[in-house]
């Protein structure tokens, strides 16, 4: 790949990534998908003290079909006792099939079992902390004190793997900024600020016609 076009997606990579420090909150709130690392690196949260609960969200979606054994949230949730967090610590949301469902069943949860969480330390893989964000923020029915988004801190140029390879990545990166542009406009999610350097690389990518 030049270099340039290898630029150009680790700047949309990097435009994904909000750069929130995790904080003390009421709920690690996980959004299943397929990269096991997501549950892995909550529960390197939850061990540190950040938050008494872990909340984990997602049903079969298109990635996982076939992948898991069973949902999302149930994957993760086994990797995550694994890891040291006990049952008494996890809520599980087993229907969500995207990330607008993710946010409304999981405050459904949320209200069933008579919590009220207001600080919530999201996490997502890398390239899907923003639409995360903007997700949240649009879709969340309560009101939230605090809202920040986290990722396995692994950069982009050592994020793939056998079970992501790079053409996969990069795929959903772009897919992603896509969904952060076009799905405020569709009532999905906040408006975002896209710099114009950002638009240019993602421009400059289409042009080469490769994804």
Not at 115 to 137: D, G, H, W
Request: glycine share 6%; hydrophobic share 40%; charged share 20%.
């Amino acid at each position: 790949m030049p270099t340039h076009l290898y630029q150009h997606i680790e700047k949309i990579w990097n435009y994904h990534i909000l750069g929130h420090a995790p904080q003390l909150s009421d709920c690690i709130f996980v959004l299943g998908s397929n990269d096991i690392r997501v549950a892995e690196y909550a529960a390197a949260l939850y061990r540190q003290g950040f938050a008494p609960y872990v909340m984990i969200s997602g049903g079969v979606g298109r990635f996982t079909e076939g992948v898991f054994e069973k949902s999302e949230a149930e994957t993760f949730a086994e990797l995550m006792r694994d890891e040291g967090v006990p049952d008494s610590a996890l809520l599980l949301e087993t229907k969500a099939t995207n990330t607008g469902e993710n946010v409304r069943f999981s405050h459904q949860l949320m209200l069933d079992n008579g919590l009220n969480f207001t600080r919530i330390l999201m996490v997502q893989k890398p390239f899907m902390e923003r639409r995360a964000y903007a997700t949240f923020m649009k879709q969340w029915p309560g009101d939230a004190e605090s809202v920040l988004v986290s990722s396995p801190p692994i950069p982009f140029v050592e994020y793939a793997n056998e079970d992501l390879p790079f053409d996969a990545v990069v795929e959903a990166t772009l897919a992603d900024f896509e969904r952060v542009r076009d799905y405020p406009a569709q009532g999905f999610q906040i408006e975002q600020p896209i710099p114009s350097d950002v638009l240019h690389a993602y421009d400059e990518i289409k042009k080469q016609a490769l994804w």
